[in-house]
């Protein structure tokens, strides 16, 4: 594999996406844009092009659309001059879960998990052969907390946070990088795409300081980045107390509170 990798970002039409393509564009990775808006990827890409000298190529794709979704993975299957998947794009719904329409449900679930699973499926097989690459795949602190009231949302992000840390374990010694990374609200489209004024958050990151930090994680290969998380010995603890427990889930028996009552 090259020196510098290619890049694929999905959803590098705005955002943290398109904040990344700037990022790897500069560090000197080739890249391929995907998303749904063809215009605002060949406006980023020309721009990037001019300043940086790399070679851009763009795929216009709804990852919600198995044909669509399928060309995205034979390109990762395919290229092996990409070196870097960051599965980025995703979206939130708002309202209550007993007011979000099923179809909407069912488009988010696909976007944020489905297309996610799929594509680092595509490429993982190809990285693990050649024991090198990277996954980076874009979480959410919302996976970590019911308590925001996200349900759906949430829990995709959950299932994104669990596979990169499942394929971390698996991948891991085979040479393969995996990061989740956990952003909190980020000043981007996100919000206003789900029917929410970003402006009535009460705190609120900057797309570029919240990628600028991923990507000191990405450097130092953590398996877990949480810009916003200022006590990194929080998240640490929390994994103690759950590794703590996984002696105890394997059990003959049910525990003594479940036994039936004579
Ligand atoms: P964004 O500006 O709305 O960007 C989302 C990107 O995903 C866009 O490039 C969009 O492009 C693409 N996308 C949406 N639907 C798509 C589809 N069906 N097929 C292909 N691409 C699609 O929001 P963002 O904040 O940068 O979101 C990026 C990631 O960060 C998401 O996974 C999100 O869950 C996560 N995140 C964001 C925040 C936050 O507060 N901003 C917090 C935690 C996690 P097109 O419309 O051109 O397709």
Not at 48 to 64: F, K, S
Not at 151 to 180: D, M, R
């Amino acid at each position: 594999m090259a020196r510098n990798p290619a890049v694929l970002i999905t959803g590098a039409s705005s955002g943290i996406g398109a904040t990344y393509a700037d990022r790897f564009a500069r560090r000197g990775h080739d890249l391929v844009l995907v998303a749904r808006d063809k215009e605002r990827m060949e406006a980023l890409a020309a721009g990037l092009r001019d300043e940086t000298g790399i070679a851009i190529d763009i795929l216009q794709a709804d990852l919600t659309n198995p044909g669509d979704l399928a060309a995205v993975e034979k390109r990762l299957r395919d290229d092996r001059r990409i070196g870097v998947l960051v599965n980025n794009a995703g979206a939130a719904l708002g309202g209550s879960f007993v007011a979000q329409a099923v179809e909407d449900v069912g488009r988010l679930v696909a976007l944020n998990t489905t297309a996610v699973v799929r594509l680092a499926s595509a490429v993982a097989p190809r990285f693990a052969e050649a024991g090198e690459g990277a996954i980076v795949n874009i979480s959410s602190v919302v996976g970590l907390a019911p308590e925001f009231g996200m349900s759906v949302y949430g829990a995709t992000k959950a299932f994104v946070t669990f596979l990169s840390q499942g394929l971390s374990l698996e991948l891991g010694p085979k040479g393969v990088y995996v990061q989740a990374v956990l952003p909190a609200a980020t000043r981007t489209e996100i919000w206003k795409r789900a029917g929410v004024d970003v402006n009535t958050l009460p705190v609120v990151m900057d797309v570029a300081e919240l990628v600028d930090a991923a990507l000191v994680g990405f450097d130092r290969r953590e398996p877990i980045t949480i810009p916003p998380l200022h006590d990194a010995g929080q998240w640490d603890t929390y994994q103690i107390a759950r590794q703590a427990m996984l002696p105890g889930l394997r059990q003959e028996r049910a525990a003594a509170r479940y036994q039936p009552s004579v």
